[in-house]
């Protein structure tokens, strides 16, 4: 399809499906609607016209970047984002700003100052999460909108909207691609990930994106990428390949049709040649609360700028509260789920509980790399010289869920605590912390019935649904994901 083609199509799509959606806040309208091809050669261009929407916390010059908050609601940035500019230099067009949770802080992109994001599953007649943050540009890829988005991934933001629309999400390694002229949620956890309906797509942006950024103190320079590069060589030579199944993650509350699709994925990869051997996580049983005491903790610091002296929301009447200048610009210009974080932030580096919860945190966070690093056949090359790789039978990969189960409606979310929310995130968290690459690909599975185990109502007879498969790598073996996104696709 050509370029000329598919952005038209797009720009149909987009017209038909952003009300339904709301899954934009910052709509491409007069910015996109032609398209006049690069004046060089094509073949230089890895995107070639490719219509890529941008999640609402990545600095644009041309848009807004409102993260999706009332105090950023008119903010425009005086520059654009290293993977903007990345982008643009790769011949892409960009679609505009994608709807997400107000920061980043949420799993279904509910808490936007812009209103919900709706994902659309035909046949489904209820109104049905899309997952967060990343929820609007999740969305927007399912529903044709544009070719590809991207999103930030802190702890899952990327990989459980790919999971819920039935698309790929790919979390790169952190430090692969820069975060510079990203809004800042938790600095050592957050990395820009990929959105798109197919594997093959998905490394087409990645490629176009990663690289060392000066600007960025967390960009892995080129010296270290090399290194890395050498050892994946070495190691991508084993074939066919060592699946490894964590046993941690069989819990209970996981649904009968995710298991039954993480069953039969691993059945498809064993047909294929590949080897299944069972690992253990231990440690995992503590990553998601080790997370959420280190991710708001960032965040409470992160957020200490936002008060409309220099620049954003500022509360009309800005009277003095408690002696506090700022107190009612705050108050007014954060929801609900981001007043919840910071507080609970400002807590775990108090005086009083910073050694009982955040030194404990992080202490967890080590722990959970050592499994991994413990799993995985491939040294981990921050950590080890390539030489003293050891020989030990560890795993190339690890395939699990990426949700434990399918999206919930907007009717049960109305009964879920913050905990229950903070669940969803319970196999996406720990690669997080890690800092691994991490892919969600769609696994199609037969759903019998009118109503499943989700209470969905159907347009007549129940037919499949998508269930997202997470593969997990050892620190910078990026590319290996790419190549088992493929496998699980036949």
């Not at 959606?21 to 073949?43: E, R």
């Amino acid at each position: 399809m050509s370029s000329l083609v598919r952005t038209q199509r797009g720009i149909l799509n987009h017209k038909g499906n952003r009300c339904i959606s709301n899954a934009f806040i910052t709509p491409v309208n007069d910015h996109g609607g032609a398209y006049t091809p690069p004046k060089k050669d094509l073949k230089e261009f890895a995107l070639n016209g490719s219509r890529i929407a941008l999640k609402d916390n990545i600095c644009t010059t041309e848009y807004p970047t409102t993260c999706g908050s009332q105090s950023l609601r008119k903010f425009t940035s005086p520059y654009d984002a290293t993977v903007v500019t990345r982008l643009r230099a790769a011949g892409a067009i960009i679609a505009g700003k994608t709807n997400l949770d107000e920061f980043g802080m949420g799993s279904h992109s509910t808490h936007s100052h812009f209103g919900p994001v709706r994902n659309i599953i035909k046949g489904v007649k209820d109104e049905v999460s899309a997952g967060g943050s990343s929820g609007g540009s999740a969305v927007a890829v399912a529903s044709g909108q544009c070719d590809a988005a991207l999103g930030t991934d802190t702890g899952g933001s990327v990989r459980l909207p790919a999971a819920y629309c039935g698309i790929v999400g790919f979390k790169p390694s952190y430090g692969m691609v820069s975060r510079w002229g990203v809004v800042a949620y938790a600095n050592s956890l957050d990395t820009v990930g990929v959105l798109a309906n197919s594997s093959h797509e998905a490394k087409s942006v990645y490629d176009a994106i990663s690289g060392y950024d000066s600007r960025d103190p967390t960009s892995l320079p080129q010296s270290s990428r090399s290194r890395i590069a050498a050892l994946v060589n070495r190691d991508q030579k084993k074939r066919p390949l060592r699946i490894g199944v964590p046993l941690e993650y069989n819990i209970r509350e996981l649904s009968g049709v995710v298991r039954k699709a993480w069953l039969q994925t691993l059945c498809e990869l064993q047909k294929q040649g590949h080897a299944i051997h069972q690992v253990s996580l231990p440690t995992t049983k503590h990553a998601l609360s080790a997370y959420y005491v280190l991710a708001p903790a960032e965040a409470s610091s992160n957020l200490a700028k936002y008060d409309g002296v220099r620049y954003g929301f500022r509360n009309e009447f800005n009277e003095a509260t408690g002696g506090v200048l700022y107190a009612n610009t705050r108050g007014d210009g954060f929801g609900e789920e981001v007043k919840r974080r910071i507080l609970l932030g400002a807590y775990s580096l108090s005086a009083k509980a910073i050694d009982n919860y955040f030194v404990q945190a992080q202490r967890i966070r080590r722990l959970v790399q050592q499994d991994f690093d413990n799993a995985f056949a491939m040294t981990n090359p921050l950590f080890e010289a390539p030489d003293s790789h050891s020989a030990h039978e560890g795993v190339n990969v690890l395939i699990s869920p990426t949700a434990p189960t399918l999206p919930p409606t907007f009717e049960s979310l109305k009964h879920q605590t913050s905990l229950d929310a903070y669940m969803n995130d319970v196999f996406t968290v720990p690669a997080s912390l890690a800092g691994l690459p991490a892919i969600s690909v769609p696994v199609r599975i037969g759903v019998e019935g009118h109503d499943d185990e989700q209470g969905y109502q159907y347009d007549g007879m129940a037919g499949s649904h998508a269930v997202g498969i997470q593969a997990i790598a050892q620190y910078g073996n990026d590319d290996i994901l790419f190549d088992v996104a493929e496998m699980i696709e036949r």
